[in-house]
C-alpha cells in the first residue's frame, strides 16, 4: 500500500499534478501582473494551460547533430527531480513528523539538477547559441549556489543543527518563524535573490535571453519537449519558493507563498536584465557577504 | 471545436522573420505589444526561437538572398504552423514589384495563409488580420 | 569652416582642376572634377582639409556615369559633393580611393556590382550586396538593363 501511496503522494497530490497547476497560475499571476503595471490588460486565467497544451499538440522536431539520448531525457529528468523535490518539501508541512534526517539536504540537491539538466539539454543541442546559454547558465549557478547553502545553514544552526525538514519547521513553530530573528531576515533576502536567478526570472534570465540570443539552452527544443521544460518551471516555481517558507517562514501556507510571490514579481518588474559578469560579481560579492553574516548571526543566536 | 485546434488558436506564439524589410512594419509589430493594443491578452507573444514558433509573420519583400533562408526556416518551424504575409512588401513586393531583387512574392516561395496589406498596416488591421487567421483556422466563417 | 571658406580653399590649391563649383544652398555645394585629378582632391580634401567622407553615390546619367563623392564638414554643416563624369560607358574606370580613406572599400564594391565601373588599385574587390548566383557581367542599375531581362526562378 505504501508504495501506491507513495505514488499518489508524487504524481498527484502535492506532488506533479498538484505542483503543475499551482506553478502555470502562479505563473499566470505573474504575466497578470506584469501586464497591468504596464497599463495592459494581460493574459486570462486559462492562458498558461493553453500554452502547454499547445506545445504537447505540436510536432517535436530533432535538430541534425544533436545527440538524442540527452536531448531528450534532460526534460524528463529536470521535471522528475523538481517534482521530487517539491513533494518531499510539500510532504514535510503536511506531516512533521514524517520525512528522513537529512531530507533538506536531499531537496537542495535536487533542486540543483533541473539548472544542471537545462546544461546538458542545451549542450546536446548542437547550436552554438544553446552553447552560448548553457556557458552563461553555468557561470550563473556556480554563483548563486554558494549563498544559498550559506544561507540554508542559517535554519540549521538556529534550530540546533536538526537536519530534517519537519524538525526544523517544529522548531520554528515552538519559537517563532526564523525569520524574525536578525539572521533569518538576512537569510531571507539572500534567499529570495537566489530564487529569483533559479527560477530564471529577470534580472537574472541570461542563460534563456530571448531576445539577445533567441532562446539560449531552449533553442532547438520544440513541441513535446519543450512543454515538459516549461512544466519543471512551472513545479519549481512551487517548490522552490515552499522550500524557503518552510525553513524561513515557518511553513508554506497561502500568505507566504503569496508573500514571495509578490516580492519576486516587484522584483522582476523593477529591474533590467543583467550581464553575466555582473550577475557574477553580485552574487559572490554582495550577496555572500549577506550570507556569510547571516550564518555568523546566527552562530553568535541572534 | 476540438481541443487541439482550441489550444492552437488560444495561444500563439509569434516568430518575426523580416526577409529585407525597411524595418518599418517591424516596428509596427513591436507597436501591437504596446499598452494601447495589447495583443498578448489574445495570448500571443512574440518568441526568439523558430523552433517555438506557431505563426510566422513575414515582413519585407523577399529578395534573392533571402529566398533559400526563408524555405528554410518555414522548414525548421515545427509543424503546425501558419505563416502571414504582413504589409504590402510581404503581400505581393509592393513597389518593389519591379526591381532587379525580388523575383517571386512570398506566396510563391512558402504557402501563405493570411495577407496583413498596409505599408506598415495599423495595429488595428494586425489585429483584424490575426482574427481573420484564427477564424480560418477553427473553421469557422 | 564655413561654405564660403571651403570653397575659397578649392579654388585657391586646385584652380583650374575644380571646375564649375556650384552653391546650391548655405550647406550644400557642388564642384566637377576630372577622373584623372580625384585622388588628388580628396587627399586634400580629407587630409589637408579634415572634411569627413560620408558615401558615394552613382547614377548612369544617360551619356556617361556620374559618381559624386559626399564630404562632410562636420563643425559647420556644410556637405561638399564631388562630382566625376566617366565618359566611356563601354569601359568604365576610375582610380580607387581606397588607400587614402579605408571606409570608401565598400561603397566601391557596391558600385562595381551595381554598375560595372572599375577601381583601378581596391584592394579587395569581391561582391559584395547581389545573390551568389547572379550572372557575371549583368550590371542591373544601367539604363539598359531590363526588368523583364531578369530570370525569374
Not at chain 1, 213 to 231: F, M, R, T
Not at chain 2, 78 to 103: E, H, L, M, Q, W
Request: net charge neutral.
Amino acid at each position: 500500500m505504501t508504495i501506491v501511496h507513495n505514488l499518489f503522494f508524487f504524481l498527484v497530490f502535492p506532488g506533479f499534478l498538484f505542483a503543475a497547476a499551482i506553478g502555470l497560475f502562479a505563473g499566470w499571476i505573474d504575466r497578470k501582473v506584469t501586464a497591468r503595471l504596464q497599463w495592459r490588460v494581460g493574459p486570462p486565467w486559462h492562458q498558461n494551460f493553453m500554452d502547454v497544451a499547445k506545445l504537447f499538440c505540436k510536432e517535436t522536431l530533432i535538430p541534425e547533430g544533436c545527440s538524442r539520448g540527452l536531448f531528450f531525457s534532460m526534460p524528463v529528468v529536470a521535471l522528475a527531480t523538481a517534482t521530487l523535490a517539491s513533494t518531499i518539501v510539500a510532504m514535510a508541512n503536511l506531516s512533521r513528523a514524517h520525512g528522513f534526517i537529512g531530507d533538506f539536504i536531499v531537496v537542495l540537491y535536487l533542486a540543483m539538477v533541473p539548472s544542471i539538466a537545462v546544461m546538458l539539454g542545451g549542450a546536446a543541442s548542437g547550436n552554438p547559441l544553446a552553447n552560448l546559454g548553457v556557458s552563461r547558465e553555468m557561470k550563473l549557478v556556480l554563483s548563486y549556489e554558494l549563498p544559498f547553502v550559506l544561507a540554508s545553514a542559517v535554519p540549521i544552526i538556529k534550530s540546533g543543527y536538526a537536519i530534517r525538514l519537519g524538525e526544523i519547521l517544529d522548531c520554528q513553530i515552538r519559537d517563532g518563524a526564523f525569520i524574525t530573528s536578525p539572521s533569518g531576515i538576512v537569510a531571507f533576502l539572500v534567499s529570495l535573490l537566489v530564487l529569483q536567478a533559479k527560477l530564471g526570472f529577470v534580472p537574472f534570465d541570461v542563460a534563456e535571453a530571448e531576445t539577445e540570443i533567441a532562446g539560449g539552452v531552449y533553442i532547438e527544443y520544440s513541441g513535446k519537449a519543450l512543454g515538459i521544460w516549461k512544466l519543471t518551471r512551472a513545479v519549481l516555481m512551487v517548490g522552490l519558493p515552499i522550500l524557503v517558507s518552510t525553513v524561513l517562514l515557518g511553513g508554506a501556507g497561502l500568505p507566504q507563498y503569496f508573500l514571495i510571490l509578490v516580492l519576486m514579481i516587484v522584483i522582476k518588474n523593477t529591474n533590467p536584465r543583467v550581464r553575466i559578469d555582473q550577475a557574477l560579481r553580485f552574487f559572490w560579492g554582495p550577496v555572500a557577504g549577506l550570507a556569510l553574516l547571516a550564518v555568523v548571526l546566527a552562530m553568535i543566536g541572534r | 471545436m476540438n481541443f487541439r485546434l482550441n489550444a492552437l488558436t488560444r495561444s500563439i506564439y509569434v516568430f518575426h522573420l523580416s526577409s529585407g524589410s525597411c524595418n518599418n512594419c517591424d516596428i509596427e509589430i513591436i507597436d501591437c505589444l504596446t499598452p494601447r493594443y495589447d495583443i498578448e491578452r489574445f495570448g500571443i507573444q512574440l518568441v526568439g526561437s523558430i523552433r517555438h514558433a506557431d505563426v510566422l509573420l513575414c515582413t519585407g519583400s523577399c529578395n534573392r538572398q533571402a529566398i533559400v533562408r526563408v524555405q528554410r526556416l518555414y522548414e525548421q518551424a515545427p509543424k503546425p504552423v501558419f505563416v502571414v504575409a504582413f504589409g504590402a512588401c510581404g503581400s505581393s513586393r509592393g513597389i518593389f514589384r519591379d526591381s532587379y531583387n525580388t523575383v517571386e512574392p512570398l506566396d510563391k516561395i512558402i504557402p501563405v495563409d493570411a495577407y496583413i496589406p498596409g505599408c506598415p498596416p495599423k495595429p488595428e488591421a494586425i489585429i483584424d488580420g490575426i482574427m481573420k487567421l484564427i477564424k480560418k483556422v477553427r473553421g469557422t466563417p | 569652416m564655413s561654405g564660403k571658406e571651403l570653397i575659397a580653399g578649392l579654388r585657391e590649391r586646385f584652380p583650374d582642376k575644380v571646375r564649375d563649383i556650384f552653391e546650391k544652398s548655405k550647406t550644400r555645394i557642388y564642384a566637377t572634377v576630372d577622373p584623372g585629378d580625384i585622388r588628388e582632391v580628396v587627399v586634400f580634401l580629407f587630409k589637408g582639409l579634415g572634411l569627413r567622407f560620408n558615401i558615394a553615390s552613382a547614377v548612369d546619367a544617360f551619356d556617361a556615369y556620374e559618381i559624386l563623392y559626399h564630404f562632410a564638414e562636420d563643425s559647420s554643416g556644410v556637405e561638399l559633393s564631388v562630382r566625376v563624369f566617366l565618359k566611356d560607358k563601354n569601359d568604365p574606370h576610375i582610380d580607387s580611393i581606397t588607400t587614402i580613406i579605408k571606409g570608401a572599400e565598400w561603397i566601391e564594391r557596391e558600385m562595381h556590382e551595381l554598375f560595372g565601373i572599375e577601381f583601378d588599385g581596391h584592394p579587395n574587390m569581391k561582391p559584395l550586396l547581389l545573390a551568389d548566383d547572379w550572372p557575371k557581367g549583368v550590371y542591373p542599375l544601367r539604363k539598359e538593363y531590363k526588368v523583364e531581362q531578369r530570370d525569374d526562378r
